[in-house]
């Protein structure tokens, strides 16, 4: 599938976020299908309500299956999916909730054909601290899209965040591992999914231990009390053939990806300095036009 149809799916997913998601942060009600009331909108009426049995909805992919459309969905603070059959938008019905089972779970999922990945972290809410958890990555079989199986796990101290799969060879990982400050790039190979390992890594410079930094961090330029941090990768990559387009504080990097063993910064432009304190979280390359659309947060 191509990136700018992928990102089309993905944008229905979104909106749909205003009909279906965003229930999950409505008070719970016992009818669970009624749209509850005092919603405001513009050019816009929701149509469809499910409070996704109490699960508040959070990040999310979607799967077409023959006439059927999937929506997976992420949670805040808990250790579960839920898989939503949103065919008749009027209608949506929860179809399934897994849990990976070792206390482990994350908000972030993404999906391609008939993989699901879903990144996995100790989160601070909704899991015991007690108990163990494991951090990384999870490879689900998605071929039966009600009943994921879980195929590997790929695990690093720190766990990943949002990460990105077009389906094929390689998944784009927000990742932090041993040595290195925030996180960082990291390309896997699931050729065999049972089996992933990495293929190749991109860090900005200053970020491995021991290595000089090419530029100001942003803790040093951030005013009194404001929001700063070293460099790091937040995850979310979008794609114009071999180019990718990396939201990565403290800058817009654009990554040549045509060998994924070894990617290659092509470009690069600085948010802090010259602005204070600029966390930069997405980077979208617009289709078809010479434009990126970056934000902060």
């Known amino acids: 599938m191509k990136p700018v149809i992928r990102n089309s799916l993905r944008s229905f997913a979104i909106c749909f976020l205003f009909v279906l998601g965003i229930a999950g942060m409505l008070p719970r009600r016992a009818v669970a299908d009624q749209i509850p009331t005092g919603w405001k909108a513009s050019n816009m009426k929701p149509i469809g309500y499910s409070n996704l049995n109490g ?13 059927h459309w999937y929506l ?71 071929s039966d899209p009600v009943n994921p199986e879980l195929l590997s796990k790929w695990l690093t101290p720190g766990g990943t965040h949002r990460n990105t799969y077009l389906g094929g060879k390689y998944v784009y990982l927000a990742a932090y591992v041993p040595g290195y400050k925030g996180r960082i790039l990291v390309i896997l190979d699931i050729s065999d999914p ?77 948010f802090s300095p010259p602005f204070n304190g600029i966390v930069v979280h997405d980077a979208l390359k617009i289709p078809g036009k010479p434009l990126v659309f970056v934000h902060a947060e």
């Open 72 to 142: 997976y969905m992420g949670h805040l603070w808990e250790t579960d999916w839920t898989v939503v059959d949103v065919t008749d938008p009027t209608n949506p019905k929860v179809a399934r909730n897994w849990d990976i089972g070792d206390n482990s779970g994350s908000a972030q999922i993404d999906l391609q054909g008939n993989i699901a990945v879903t990144a996995l972290a100790g989160i601070p809410w909704g899991w015991d601290p007690k108990k163990p958890h494991q951090e990384g990555v999870a490879f689900w079989d998605i």
């Open 194 to 270: 049972k089996h992933p390992k990495e293929a190749g890594r991109w860090w900005m410079q200053g970020q491995k231990e021991g290595e000089q930094t090419s530029a100001p961090l942003l803790d040093e330029v951030a005013p009194p009390g404001g929001h700063g941090a070293d460099p790091t990768f937040h995850g979310g990559i979008t794609f114009d053939g071999n180019i990718a387009y990396l939201g990565y504080t403290p800058a817009l990097v654009i990554l040549d990806v045509s060998d994924p063993t070894h990617p290659k910064q092509i470009g690069r432009l600085d």
């Open 55 to 67: 699960h508040g909805g959070f990040k999310m992919a979607i799967k077409r299956v023959g006439d």
